[in-house]
Nanobody, 123 residues
C-alpha cells in the first residue's frame, strides 16, 4: 500500500490550499482514510477523517475551514483548506485503515501513512 501526498506549499494567512493523497497498491476501498498534521515540536494530531460511508469528522480548529473529500474512482483523498491561519503550519499526512475506522487519537492503529507534504502559512 502506498499513499503519496502533494499540494503543500507556502501561503499567506487567509489563503487556500488543496492537498491530495494518491493511494495505490490495494484492491477495493479503504475502510477509513484521514488527514493528520504535525507542527514542529508538537505531537501529530488528527485533522479530518472520512469513512467508506462518506461520514466525516473534523478537528475543532479546522471546522468550517477545511473540507475532506474522496474520489474512489481515482483512489485519491483531498483536503481543501480555506481561510488558512499561521497555526495551520505543519507537515500534513494522510493515512488509511482497511479494517476499521480508528479514532484520530489512535495514531498507531491507522497503519498506513504517506510521507507528508509541508504547509506553511505566514501572517
Amino acid at each position: 500500500v502506498q499513499l503519496v501526498e502533494s499540494g503543500g506549499g507556502s501561503v499567506q494567512a487567509g489563503g487556500s490550499l488543496r492537498l491530495s493523497c494518491q493511494t495505490s497498491g490495494f484492491t477495493g476501498v479503504a475502510n477509513c482514510v484521514g488527514w493528520f498534521r504535525q507542527a514542529p515540536g508538537k505531537e501529530r494530531e488528527g485533522v479530518s477523517t472520512i469513512d467508506r460511508f462518506d461520514r466525516r469528522t473534523y478537528a475543532d480548529p479546522v471546522k468550517g475551514r477545511f473540507t475532506t473529500s474522496i474520489d474512489n474512482a481515482e483512489n485519491t483523498l483531498y483536503l481543501q483548506m480555506n481561510a488558512l491561519k499561521p497555526e495551520d503550519t505543519a507537515m500534513y499526512y494522510c493515512a488509511a485503515n482497511f479494517a476499521r475506522c480508528p479514532s484520530s487519537d489512535d495514531l498507531e492503529s491507522w497503519g498506513n501513512w504517506g510521507q507528508g507534504t509541508q504547509v506553511t502559512v505566514s501572517s
